[in-house]
């Protein structure tokens, strides 16, 4: 259980749901008794146990100055275990769901005066949070938005408006991926002491990390919106070696190191369990892995492992734990 599970979770109607782009609604929750919600700042997230049971994360893209309502937009993703789909379509407008406090995992540093955020699809959704919080503090920001189409394009019309035509790109590819953005000229030169922020598909955030080697590891931010790439068709079973412990446990193909260590009763501190926040680095003693973070640089992964998403190539590794 992460972190952020762990949080207390409290009633908040629902009072809105509705279709803002193909796939993809708007959910607005409320306090029943119209009573303050605590404070987020941008960048947030909060959880939801949707009608199915699943607990689901979403990032909030409403105005952090906002104290009254929660905003997430949810899109309805057809190869996922049903979390997304059961909200869409199973919840309505009176509704009552449990959802915890937000938790934060992707701030902005609040001396930093300029940014560069980069969104894909609904990735976008904590970047809208982040552009008005940018926007209310007088600093600066460019926008660079990837989608498939106009019609999958959550928020075109507020980001269209003409006084953002100097700060926003949206880009189509309509499903082609030699029509993608071309973003080396973008992440050429780290300008202004820029702070990058990029949300949106883990091929997208992989080939930004690529792309900013150059840049200082401080200043480049990702988080992931998904966990459906933690695991792969290929993944195998491999053995973990605790140090401290003196334990080998088996890893099996569909669960990760966490999980295992986890149902051993060891405790492990995590956030995103996504491979985007660093919570859970941990010392990689021996064995080769199989890095799936976008945390680590090329010189960290001889010694580093993220254990909520990495595994190994070879058939056994040793960490400290």
């Excluded at 959704?125 to 990837?146: D, H, N, S």
Aim: aromatic share 6%; net charge neutral; hydrophobic share 35%.
């Amino acid at each position: 259980m992460t972190a952020t599970e762990q949080l207390q979770m409290v009633p908040l109607r629902v009072t809105r749901n509705d279709p803002i782009a193909e796939g993809i609604h708007l959910l607005e929750f409320r306090d029943a008794g119209g009573k303050e919600l605590p404070q987020f700042s941008a960048g947030a997230h909060i959880t939801v146990r949707v009608p199915n049971g699943m607990l689901r994360k979403y990032s909030l893209c409403n105005d952090p100055a906002e104290r009254d309502r929660y905003l997430v937009a949810v899109k309805r993703e057809v190869a996922g275990r049903g979390g997304s789909s059961t909200l869409i379509d199973r919840t309505k407008p009176g509704d009552e769901l449990m959802v915890t406090a937000p938790v934060n995992d992707f701030a902005l540093p609040q001396r930093a005066q300029d940014f560069l955020f980069i969104a894909g699809g609904i990735g976008i959704t904590p970047i809208m949070a982040m552009i008005r919080q940018v926007q209310a503090e007088g600093k600066r920001f460019r926008l660079y938005y990837c989608t498939r189409s106009p019609e999958t394009t959550a928020f075109i019309d507020e980001l269209s408006k003409p006084a953002l035509n100097d700060k926003v790109t949206i880009h189509h590819d309509y499903g082609d991926p030699a029509k993608s953005l071309d973003l080396k000229p973008v992440l050429a030169e780290r300008k202004n002491r820029e702070h990058l922020y990029c949300c949106g598909p883990r091929p997208l955030m992989e080939a930004v990390r690529d792309m900013t080697d150059h840049w200082s590891s401080a200043a480049v931010h990702f988080e992931a919106f998904s966990e459906a790439d933690i695991h792969k068709a290929t993944d195998r079973p491999f053995k973990v070696k605790l140090t401290k412990s003196s334990k080998a446990l088996e890893v099996p193909a569909d669960k990760t190191i966490m999980e295992v260590l986890r149902e051993h009763g060891l405790e492990v501190p995590s956030s995103c369990e996504t491979g985007t926040c660093g919570t859970c680095r941990t010392k990689l003693l021996a064995g080769q892995a199989d890095h799936r973070d976008l945390v680590l640089h090329e010189h960290e992964r001889s010694n580093t492992i993220m254990i909520c998403v990495s595994r190994a190539t070879s058939d056994e590794i040793t960490i400290d734990r």
